[in-house]
T-cell receptor, first 112, second 111 residues
Framework: NAGVTQTPKFRILKIGQSMTLQCTQD?????MYWYRQDPGMGLKLIYY???????DKGEVPNGYNVSRSTTEDFPLRLELAAPSQTSVYFC???????????FGSGTRLTVV | AQRVTQPEKLLSVFKGAPVELKCNYS??????LFWYVQYSRQRLQLLLR??SRESIKGFTADLNKGETSFHLKKPFAQEEDSAMYYC?????????????FGKGTKLSVKP
């Protein structure tokens, strides 16, 4: 009963490096989301997807890219890491738009 | 602008005391509202949705459109209620599923 699985849990990147944060769900949810949470702040939406092949920008998409080739996977790509991207990243999924989210455990990313 | 405000960063109460975690929202349409909770070393999880008018773990929340509030209440706090609580708003009638989160309130229940 995995739910939403995020990898890695922790990562330190150097400025300018790139990486992909992985997110997989096994609940056959159509909706998937990426949020970031800076210290003392609420979660802010980066990108979301309402189904395979469909993605759209959220509130803070700059510096990130996503793809949704399958229902299960929704990876988040950072192309040129910057210190401003130091944050905790959460992936989530939901069955429908107004249902509750199932969250992953989060990825703590530090860019130095 | 759509916004969720949780005015208290930290709320500390004694076991058995009533708890009220405040949430105010700014949204011109009909909102869908949620409370999420994160216990220590656990994932964020849904606590309750206003649309289902349910009571989970003794918590209830009533949507007050006049005051644009969705406060979370529990009559008798337990130590295991200690956690971070986030209020969230779903605009667009929930059709896209995007949530706008408040900054969260840390609830500490003392023995």
């Amino acid at each position: 009963n995995a739910g939403v699985t995020q990898t890695p849990k922790f990562r330190i990147l150097k400025i300018g490096q790139s990486m992909t944060l992985q997110c997989t769900q096994d609940m056959n949810h159509n909706y998937m989301y990426w949020y970031r949470q800076d210290p003392g702040m609420g979660l802010k939406l980066i990108y979301y997807s309402v189904g395979a092949g469909i993605t759209d920008k959220g509130e803070v998409p700059n510096g990130y890219n996503v793809s949704r080739s399958t229902t299960e996977d929704f990876p988040l790509r950072l192309e040129l890491a910057a210190p401003s991207q130091t944050s905790v990243y959460f992936c989530a999924s939901s069955r429908q738009g107004n249902y509750g989210y199932t969250f992953g455990s989060g990825t703590r990313l530090t860019v130095v | 602008a759509q916004r969720v405000t949780q005015p208290e960063k930290l709320l500390s109460v004694f076991k058995g005391a009533p708890v009220e975690l405040k949430c105010n929202y700014s949204y011109s349409g009909s909102p869908e509202l949620f409370w999420y909770v994160q216990y220590s070393r656990q994932r964020l999880q849904l606590l309750l949705r206003h649309i289902s008018r349910e009571s989970i773990k003794g918590f209830t929340a009533d949507l007050n459109k006049g005051e644009t509030s969705f406060h979370l209440k529990k009559p008798f706090a337990q130590e295991e209620d200690s956690a971070m609580y986030y209020c969230a708003l779903s605009p667009y009638g929930g059709s896209q599923g995007n949530l706008i989160f408040g900054k969260g309130t840390k609830l500490s229940v003392k023995p």
